[in-house]
Nanobody, 121 residues
Framework: QVQLVASGGGLVQAGASLRLSCAASGGIFSRYIMGWSRQAPGKEREFVAGISLSGLTTYYADSVKGRFTISRDNAKNTVYLQMNSLEPEDTAVYYC??????????????WGQGTQVTVSS
């Protein structure tokens, strides 16, 4: 089973950028579809971005489309989430996720521990 460790969260002002990283171990990273989800206080978890094995295909939730970019480096066993033009509504704990096969937008079954992102207005 793959282990996922997310990092890069922090406190920023609205309009700023952050890049989250998720390091994977314990599996063959290039065989996993990877993704990011987030959960804000009092809200359900929202899946925000997914990326294919090669990195050539991506998926984004409408709420982040055009502002967030997911990418992966299979040589470094790492997936990234570049977040630009951050808004207070982006405040949440962000989790990276992994799965074998299927669609990019759902069905993930391995999760990391989460990293907090707080955007002040």
């Amino acid at each position: 089973q793959v282990q996922l460790v997310a990092s890069g969260g922090g406190l920023v002002q609205a309009g700023a950028s952050l890049r989250l990283s998720c390091a994977a171990s314990g599996g063959i990273f290039s065989r996993y579809i990877m993704g990011w989800s987030r959960q804000a206080p009092g809200k359900e978890r929202e899946f925000v971005a997914g990326i294919s094995l090669s990195g050539l295909t991506t998926y984004y939730a409408d709420s982040v489309k055009g502002r967030f970019t997911i990418s992966r480096d299979n040589a470094k066993n790492t997936v990234y989430l570049q977040m630009n033009s951050l808004e207070p509504e982006d405040t949440a704990v962000y989790y990276c996720a992994a799965k074998f096969g299927g669609t990019l937008s759902s069905g993930y079954n391995a999760w990391g521990q989460g990293t907090q992102v707080t955007v002040s207005s």
